[in-house]
């Protein structure tokens, strides 16, 4: 399922805390990007329990139960976990993952939050999410009245509300200073073929094995290879290599703002290649991210940094001509303002010419 309208984080905390009391709530989205993580925050802010059930790896019974016989007749008795006493929050993870027979299980779980005689009790949510087809992950189409039953939304990753958590759990520095200054990495949708790729989930990963390590942390010494094994193993090689390149400058020798303000000049030295790649495409990144799409939108600190742009992209040109091209370019479909462009053509026009 694709969604005209996606929803961060802090967004989808505020729609959870509004509607899933008196509505069933599903969120669709890519994996790892942090749906378990919201619905626990949503049911810790609540104040209610919070019980998980992966669909991926449940059979009818377990969510309708067994039967007993009762005197002349019989009863489904439901599962421990889910028949509790006091209201709490169910989380239905991959819920679009299990077989058609456990998604009928959960239709009255769902719509009439009963199974069988039992109901769950009054101020209990009913919260499901999914991974999208074009995902990749284990998929199965949802029947339209299961899809009925419940609210829509999807869920995008916002690199402010990560990076926020990220530094109240303490993550590793160098993830948190990486993201900071690219937070276009903090996601990447999932590749075709079977390989890392970069998701909120795997830079925690990868935090978690830097820590394991002590890898970054004063008197200790770590080879390159070893660092190397634990980024590519977590996050997409592109950024991967990126990721390298910033960690040879972790002494903040060279950092982009102190570039533009001008108390740094770009790296100029063959060793210092891989480095210049990195901030030339952090540069970028910080052009598509700052300037207005339009020209009377600038105010007086964006006229400077305007200034500044056309300057440094100039600068850099005669470090490096194919590094400022790519600044300018249409990569990925990612392009510049016109109105910025138009300023590059006139005081750059080679450079324009040949992005």
């Known amino acids: 399922m694709n969604l005209p309208y996606s929803v961060n984080q802090q967004e989808l905390l505020e729609l959870l805390i509004n509607i899933s009391p008196s509505r069933p709530v599903f969120i669709w989205g890519s994996p790892g990007i942090g749906k378990s993580a919201i619905v626990e925050k949503f049911a810790e802010e609540v104040g209610l329990p919070c019980v998980s059930l992966l669909g991926s790896q449940l059979a009818p019974e377990d969510i309708i139960g067994i039967p007993q016989i009762r005197g002349n007749?019989?009863?489904?008795?439901?599962?421990?976990?889910?028949?509790?006493?006091?209201?709490?929050?169910?989380?239905?993870?991959?819920?679009?993952?299990?077989?058609?027979?456990?998604?009928?299980?959960?239709?009255?779980?769902?719509?009439?939050?009963?199974?069988?005689?039992?109901?769950?009790?009054?101020?209990?949510?009913?919260?499901?999410?999914?991974?999208?087809?074009?995902?990749?992950?284990?998929?199965?189409?949802?029947?339209?009245?299961?899809?009925?039953?419940?609210?829509?939304?999807?869920?995008?990753?916002?690199?402010?509300?990560?990076?926020?958590?990220?530094?109240?759990?303490?993550?590793?520095?160098?993830?948190?200073?990486?993201?900071?200054?690219?937070?276009?990495?903090?996601?990447?949708?999932?590749?075709?073929?079977?390989?890392?790729?970069?998701?909120?989930?795997?830079?925690?990963?990868?935090?978690?094995?830097?820590?394991?390590?002590?890898?970054?942390?004063?008197?200790?010494?770590?080879?390159?290879?070893?660092?190397?094994?634990?980024?590519?193993?977590?996050?997409?090689?592109?950024?991967?290599?990126?990721?390298?390149?910033?960690?040879?400058?972790?002494?903040?020798?060279?950092?982009?703002?102190d570039i533009i303000k001008g108390d740094q000049k770009w790296p100029e030295k063959p060793e210092e290649r891989d480095t210049l790649y990195f901030l030339a495409q952090s540069f970028r990144a910080r052009l598509l991210h700052d300037l207005p799409p339009k020209k009377q939108d600038l105010n007086r600190a964006m006229q400077y940094f305007t200034h500044r742009a056309k300057t440094l992209i100039k600068d850099l040109s005669r470090i490096n001509y194919e590094l400022a091209q790519m600044v300018v370019s249409d990569e990925e479909d990612k392009v510049l303002p016109h109105w910025f462009m138009m300023e590059i053509v006139r005081d750059l026009p080679r450079l324009a010419r040949s992005a």
């Open 73 to 257: 007749t019989s009863e489904f008795l439901p599962p421990k976990m889910i028949a509790r006493t006091e209201p709490y929050v169910l989380f239905l993870d991959e819920l679009n993952a299990c077989s058609q027979e456990v998604q009928k299980a959960f239709y009255s779980l769902i719509h009439e939050r009963r199974i069988g005689e039992y109901h769950l009790p009054k101020g209990s949510v009913v919260i499901g999410a999914g991974n999208r087809t074009q995902d990749g992950a284990i998929v199965k189409t949802m029947s339209s009245a299961l899809i009925n039953r419940m609210f829509h939304v999807q869920l995008v990753p916002d690199a402010k509300a990560w990076l926020n958590w990220a530094y109240e759990n303490n993550l590793h520095h160098w993830v948190l200073d990486y993201i900071t200054q690219r937070p276009d990495h903090l996601f990447t949708e999932p590749p075709k073929t079977e390989e890392p790729y970069s998701t909120p989930r795997s830079w925690h990963m990868l935090s978690d094995a830097l820590y394991q390590y002590h890898v970054g942390e004063e008197d200790n010494k770590f080879s390159q290879e070893l660092l190397r094994i634990l980024v590519y193993g977590t996050i997409s090689a592109k950024h991967a290599g990126l990721f390298i390149a910033f960690s040879k400058n972790v002494d903040n020798k060279y950092l982009l703002n």
